[in-house]
């Protein structure tokens, strides 16, 4: 049972994205088991160094390898236990038939358009926004009733974050382009917590900030969206018109 004087009160949560992968890397079949890069591994240590002196209670991610392998990197074998929380790995993607990089980029980094619509999914055929929406809020308040803990970090995913940033500040669905989550990028959210029937709520979230990216603390480099980035275009802020 978790020592009740650590559930509630002021309980501080460091989110992040796991840092830089290929999805196009030669021989690879399962995208959900892609490592970091060696990007992705530079960012994650900058990422661990900025994080350095906090003395984290608990630390979880999605059990996926590229956000235990973040994770991983930034407790450098001090710390507590990783755990695993499954409710939020990553929205499952439909499949799409596309006939250049170019038009898969368009619908990747435009994919979260639309999400609070009925019936939206990522891309057709994946998973209902709607649904993960339900999963991933259900992981976030597992990691806040059923473990104890002041100082937590989360390593997640693009959508995940989106989704539990959307929840968090009362936006919904709608909210998801808004919170662009670039790679390794850290969110710090402070949670009021108190009592609630047989458990615990946050009462009041408190953004203490939004997508710091410690390997460019000021965008410089980073015009794109995340995606556009991974895909080498950029569409200038417009969606490509269908030809």
């Known amino acids: 049972m978790p020592d009740p004087s650590l559930l509630t009160g002021r309980r501080r949560l460091y989110l992040l994205r796991h840092g830089h992968v290929d999805y196009f890397a ?22 661990a160094e900025a994080l350095g002196d906090v003395q984290f209670d608990a630390a979880f991610h999605s059990g996926l390898p590229r956000t235990k392998e973040t994770l991983g990197i930034i407790l450098n074998g001090e710390g507590p236990e990783p755990v695993a929380v499954p409710d939020l790995a990553e929205i499952r993607g439909g499949q799409v038939k596309v006939d250049t990089a170019e038009e898969l980029a368009a619908r990747l980094a435009f994919s979260f358009d639309g999400a609070e619509e009925e ?96 390997h460019d603390p000021l965008k410089k480099d980073l015009p794109r969206t995340s995606l556009e980035h991974m895909f080498g275009i950029d569409f200038g802020g417009a969606r490509p018109l269908p030809k």
């Open 119 to 214: 019936g939206a999914s990522f891309l057709p055929g994946g998973e209902l926004f709607a649904e993960a929406e339900e999963r991933i809020v259900r992981g976030y308040r597992s990691i806040l009733r059923e473990h104890a803990w002041k100082r937590a970090v989360l390593v997640a995913h693009e959508g995940v974050n989106r989704i539990l940033l959307g929840h968090l500040t009362g936006g919904g669905l709608a909210a998801l382009p808004h919170f662009e989550q670039d790679l390794c990028g850290i969110n710090v959210l402070d949670f009021d917590v108190v009592p609630a029937g047989d458990g615990v709520e946050a009462a009041r979230v408190i953004l203490k900030a939004v997508n710091l990216t410690v």
């Open 26 to 47: 030669p021989g690879l079949t399962d995208f959900t088991q892609v490592p970091l890069t060696e990007e992705g591994r530079r960012q994650a240590g900058l990422a």
